[in-house]
């Protein structure tokens, strides 16, 4: 026992001394590190660098949907759809193997119909430079500058280039040509072991599957499902959903930070552009391990992809189809001489706006002509790009908010307004038209140019009616430039109305800051001549002031935006809208005495009933009773333009709408095409409120 004491003793003093036991802990542990470095380095060195060496990991990028946009009544007009794309990374292959994988590549997606995506410059027949770089020679010299042969090279000359830097020269022409796109594109795109290159986009389920199939041998090859945009129609609103498309250098270089990347697509126009900040969702993130060959041996998602924000519009898509059709309508009439019994073969383009009165939303903004914003998704081609570019009429741009157009006499009432406040005219003041103004250069009524006859002795009712020349001639003499442009200032006219797209014209306002002015300017500003210059929108908030009494509403387009869970506060979107457009637009009232717009009001509902009025026999069996005013601007070369503005219904006024047609000859033309568009308003919502009435009787629990 005493031995057994004895040596405890020891080994408790052993463990009391810390020194000696840490030392010892140590010793243990560095013999360990030691003996796991031997088996690392020497026994199965070889093995683990191999490993390492053929082991890949890269960050992929998981694309988001864009949110959808929607018409206020929760029609679809902009979504997405599942596609898949073809991207290529680097591998650590030798060339032969990669090129022969990338002819592999292009034989499937050539037999199912599937394109590759490249900006080689070959044409479709892959034996001459393309049609872009054969017309646009400093931009065919610039590529050939980029990689360093002459201008003078030959399209066989960069061929041969490209087959020696490829090392493709055992291939026959049509598979080096291909290969060669492919390479060029991926090359332009910086593709790595780590980034990829687009090849191929929406691609065709049989290719997908084929190259599935062959997957273990088409290195590098990666097929990814993407949210790809669509639109419900082609053309259907265009100018005010705009289109997407792949980013350019610059916008990627401006955007890298805030989650974009070189395969993104961003807004380039419309709502799409103007949105993108709510529309574009948050991109996903998974790491991918590889090996040297391409093969995928693990993928982990480590962020989940999460859709942008919906979009609500304040279109309406049923008014905006009955105003789609009926400018188209209205431009083939005019075209043909329905209306004129002559044809008017240059009115070829124009624009409507509707507004609601009350609120200033937009339920219908038309541009003509069209383009197919569903061609540019996946990269338009040269061909159909051409086409638009090319088209004098330019059908890429918004007339009804990038147009500017003299008025004509649709100004009358604003200047019968200014005339009124001012204390120029009064509502009852009887005046006589004298056919030929006697005043500075002299000028004429239509109506006496036109029959050599008067108005008469008419009031500013009547004058709107009327349409007379020369009763605006007086207002303008009596109360000066100034006065008017004060009144066409209030209006909104010549400033940024701030609706939610990019382009929107300022204008121009006659006898703003002119020099050298003088009495005949201000005749001629009188009548909407001149430099007066405005937009179809600017004109249809006019008129909506008009309309309601006095209210010059902030315009808008976007009604809410948000997802099924959280709505961003509209006031929110307003802000960034200001800091977007740089135009900060209130609401504001004009306090214009209830008796003068009552007067102005009768003029123009005189306009489409009365006997004399100016588009009275168009408007004699309307289903709804629309006030208006016709509108002849004259212009450099070609027919007049023509303009119609007019609210509806007259005594209790809902919307507003503006039509302009360039070289429409005449406005009392676009009335035809206004009384489609308040007939058709007006079914739509009667059969709405009938609609809704059963269903308020169920809410309210009484049964039939």
């Given at each position: 026992m005493e031995f057994l004491k004895s040596k405890f003793e020891k080994i408790i003093d052993v463990l009391e001394n810390r020194e000696l036991v840490l030392s010892f802990i140590l010793c243990i542990v560095a013999v360990a590190f030691i003996v796991q470095l031997f088996n690392l380095q020497i026994i199965n060195g070889a093995s683990y660098r191999e490993q390492a060496e053929n082991k890949i990991v890269r960050t992929e990028t998981i694309a988001a949907p864009r949110g959808e946009i929607y018409d206020r009544n929760g029609v679809l007009l902009a979504t997405n759809e599942l596609t898949y794309n073809v991207e290529l990374y680097r591998t650590k292959v030798g060339i032969e193997v990669t090129n022969d994988a990338i002819r592999d590549l292009t034989d499937i997606l050539q037999k199912n119909g599937d394109k590759i995506y490249s900006t080689f410059p070959v044409n479709d027949n892959l034996d001459n430079f393309s049609d872009e770089y054969l017309e646009d020679i400093e931009l065919k010299d610039k590529f050939l500058e980029d990689i360093g042969l002459d201008k003078d090279a030959t399209f066989s000359d960069v061929v041969d280039y490209y087959t020696e830097l490829y090392a493709i020269e055992d291939y026959d022409y049509n598979?080096?040509?291909?290969?060669?796109?492919?390479?060029?594109?991926?090359?332009?795109?910086?593709?790595?072991?780590?980034?990829?290159?687009?090849?191929?986009?929406?691609?065709?389920?049989?290719?997908?599957?084929?190259?599935?199939?062959?997957?273990?041998?088409?290195?590098?090859?990666?097929?990814?499902?993407?949210?790809?945009?669509?639109?419900?129609?082609?053309?259907?609103?265009?100018?005010?959903?705009?289109?997407?498309?792949?980013?350019?250098?610059?916008?990627?270089?401006?955007?890298?930070?805030?989650?974009?990347?070189?395969?993104?697509?961003?807004?380039?126009?419309?709502?799409?552009?103007?949105?993108?900040?709510y529309l574009k969702g948050r991109e996903g993130v998974k790491k991918v391990v590889t090996d040297s060959f391409g093969n995928i041996s693990s993928e982990q998602v480590t962020q989940e992809a999460t859709s942008g924000n919906n979009v609500t519009l304040t279109i309406d898509f049923r008014i905006q189809k009955v105003?789609?059709?009926?400018?188209?309508?209205?431009?083939?009439?005019?075209?043909?001489?329905?209306?004129?019994?002559?044809?008017?073969?240059?009115?070829?383009?124009?624009?409507?706006?509707?507004?609601?009165?009350?609120?200033?939303?937009?339920?219908?903004?038309?541009?003509?002509?069209?383009?197919?914003?569903?061609?540019?998704?996946?990269?338009?081609?040269?061909?159909?790009?051409?086409?638009?570019?090319?088209?004098?009429?330019?059908?890429?741009?918004?007339?009804?908010i990038s147009g500017t157009y003299s008025p004509g006499s649709t100004y009358?009432?604003?200047?019968?307004?200014?005339?009124?406040?001012?204390?120029?005219?009064?509502?009852?003041?009887?005046?006589?038209?004298?056919?030929?103004?006697?005043?500075?250069?002299?000028?004429?009524?239509?109506?006496?140019?036109?029959?050599?006859?008067?108005?008469?002795?008419?009031?500013?009712?009547?004058?709107?009616?009327?349409?007379?020349?020369?009763?605006?001639?007086?207002?303008?003499?009596?109360i000066g430039i100034d006065n008017i442009v004060k009144w066409a200032t209030n209006f909104g006219l010549g400033e940024k109305t701030g609706i939610e797209l990019s382009g929107e014209s300022t204008g121009s306002i006659a006898g703003k800051d002119a020099k050298g002015w003088s009495l005949g300017d201000t005749l001629s500003a009188s009548i909407g001549q001149s430099t007066n210059l405005y937009t179809p929108l600017q004109l249809a908030n006019y008129i909506s002031t008009i309309a309601n009494g006095g209210t010059?509403?902030?315009?808008?387009?976007?009604?809410?935006?948000?997802?099924?869970?959280?709505?961003?506060?509209?006031?929110?979107?307003?802000?960034?809208?200001?800091?977007?457009?740089?135009?900060?637009?209130?609401?504001?009232?004009?306090?214009?005495?209830?008796?003068?717009?009552?007067?102005?009001?009768?003029?123009?509902?005189?306009?489409?009933?009365?006997?004399?009025?100016?588009?009275?026999?168009?408007?004699?069996?309307?289903?709804?009773?629309?006030?208006?005013?016709?509108?002849?601007?004259?212009?450099?070369?070609?027919?007049?333009?023509?303009?119609?503005?007019?609210?509806?219904?007259?005594?209790?006024?809902?919307?507003?709408?503006?039509?302009?047609?360039?070289?429409?000859?005449?406005?009392?033309?676009?009335?035809?095409?206004?009384?489609?568009?308040?007939?058709e308003y007006f079914d739509i919502y009667t059969n709405d409120a009938q609609k809704e009435k059963p269903q308020e009787v169920v809410q309210s629990g009484i049964e039939f």
């Open positions: 598979d080096k040509i291909k290969i060669i796109k492919v390479k060029y594109e991926a090359n332009l795109n910086g593709y790595s072991l780590f980034n990829s290159a687009v090849i191929a986009k929406d691609i065709s389920k049989n290719s997908v599957a084929q190259i599935e199939e062959l997957k273990s041998k088409l290195y590098g090859v990666n097929i990814v499902s993407v949210p790809q945009r669509k639109y419900e129609s082609d053309t259907f609103a265009c100018h005010i959903l705009g289109y997407v498309s792949k980013i350019n250098n610059t916008e990627y270089n401006e955007k890298k930070d805030e989650g974009y990347t070189i395969n993104s697509v961003i807004g380039k126009s419309g709502v799409e552009e103007s949105m993108e900040k105003v789609e059709e009926a400018l188209v309508n209205t431009l083939a009439n005019l075209q043909n001489g329905v209306y004129t019994g002559e044809p008017i073969p240059e009115a070829q383009s124009g624009s409507c706006v509707v507004l609601d009165v009350e609120t200033g939303e937009v339920l219908a903004m038309a541009s003509y002509p069209t383009y197919n914003i569903n061609s540019f998704v996946d990269g338009i081609s040269y061909g159909e790009w051409k086409n638009i570019n090319e088209n004098v009429q330019k059908p890429m741009f918004n007339r009804a009358k009432m604003l200047v019968g307004v200014a005339g009124l406040e001012s204390g120029g005219i009064t509502v009852d003041e009887y005046y006589t038209d004298p056919g030929i103004y006697p005043y500075s250069y002299n000028p004429k009524c239509w109506i006496y140019t036109s029959h050599n006859i008067t108005h008469g002795s008419i009031n500013l009712a009547g004058a709107i009616k009327g349409s007379c020349n020369c009763y605006f001639y007086e207002v303008g003499r009596r010059l509403n902030k315009i808008s387009l976007i009604k809410n935006v948000g997802n099924d869970v959280l709505s961003v506060p509209i006031s929110e979107v307003a802000e960034y809208m200001r800091k977007y457009t740089g135009v900060d637009f209130e609401t504001k009232e004009l306090n214009i005495k209830n008796k003068y717009i009552d007067a102005i009001k009768e003029g123009m509902y005189a306009v489409t009933t009365e006997t004399g009025g100016t588009a009275a026999d168009i408007f004699r069996d309307s289903k709804v009773e629309v006030a208006g005013k016709t509108g002849t601007a004259q212009v450099a070369s070609g027919a007049n333009n023509a303009i119609f503005v007019g609210f509806a219904p007259y005594d209790n006024p809902k919307i507003a709408v503006v039509s302009v047609v360039e070289h429409g000859a005449e406005g009392y033309y676009l009335a035809n095409m206004v009384k489609d568009i308040t007939n």
